[in-house]
């Protein structure tokens, strides 16, 4: 038995199977956003999030055992820059765990405009974790994939899994393995919550500042940084119980606050990150009529100017008439709790 494992291992490790992984992207209802380390992209505050039902990413990876270097294509053009050194950076974090030194040629679709801070890393290196994890015959549970992804972006640990899902930040002290091992991302119990998110996309265009920079120097140089960690906290307990109670408003009220003081720490950077445009103060001008109209509906926006209006099911297509409403020349998503990433097939396992 242990031997036909063996064989069937060195078979997979010998035959480059492709392997194709589909993610999908999250949204934070409590942000991630700082570093304690780079490196290994652990995050200064713990993190809750929603895994959507849209905008999958879909990547293949085939191993290469004849190729001199990754060949990287994002939606049918080759990658270059930062793009492509980030992957072959996570390329390179799997070959080094499997002692496989093949090259491979990564092909990713995204059906999301990337770097327009509609999550489009989060769902792009979770899909890129799982794919080559399994091309590259390294057997990892759920938890261990998603401190894989960790490493290639932060938040794609939590779009590992489906559904409300926490991102830990780990312990502070001890060694290097202990703080690796504690910062990975589980799903979250939620009762009685039919919840839905409605992505106004008011602007589809890539970022002027990487979120990456952005929180290097909010950390660096913002003085509302720390207060803001300490509040995030506070924000995680509360939304924890809000999700297990089923209240919508409690999560949208904590939700709204955490995005709203994390734009805060951004707007103190010196110099300051405005990622808000006049579109998205808009937005949340109809969000809040829509509440004083009784219907529970609140904001969070993430490293763009885009907003994602969290609401119940059964209110979002009356919540999408009056965001569409508000910025004609936008357009609007509906969003509902998603699954986990997948491997669709391959890997040679
Ligand atoms: C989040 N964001 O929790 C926060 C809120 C944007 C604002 O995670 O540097 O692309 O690759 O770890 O994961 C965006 O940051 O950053 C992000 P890196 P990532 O969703």
Redesign the pocket.
Known sequence: MRSDHLTALAHARDTAVPATAVAHP???L????G?RDEHL?L?RVD?L?MTLDILPTTTRVCRDPAAGRDRVTLNGRPAAGEALRRVVAFLDLVRERTGLAHRAVVDSENTVATGA?L?S??SG?AALAVAAAAAYGLDLDATALTRLA?R?????A?SIFGGFVVWHAGPDAGTVAEADLGSHAEPVPVGDLDPALVIAVVDGGPKAV???VA?RRTVDTSPLYEPWAVSSKEDLTGMRAALLAGDIAAVGEIAERN?LG?HATMLAARPAVRYLAPATLTVLDRVLRLRDDGIPAYATM??GPNVKVLCRRADADLVAGAVRAAVPGGSVLIATPGPGARLLAGGGR
């Open positions: 999250n949204i934070a409590v942000k991630y956003w570093k992209v995050p993190s999030s801070g999550a890393s989060a290196f960790r290639g972006s932060g938040s794609a939590r990487s979120s990456r929180m995005a994390m993430d490293a």
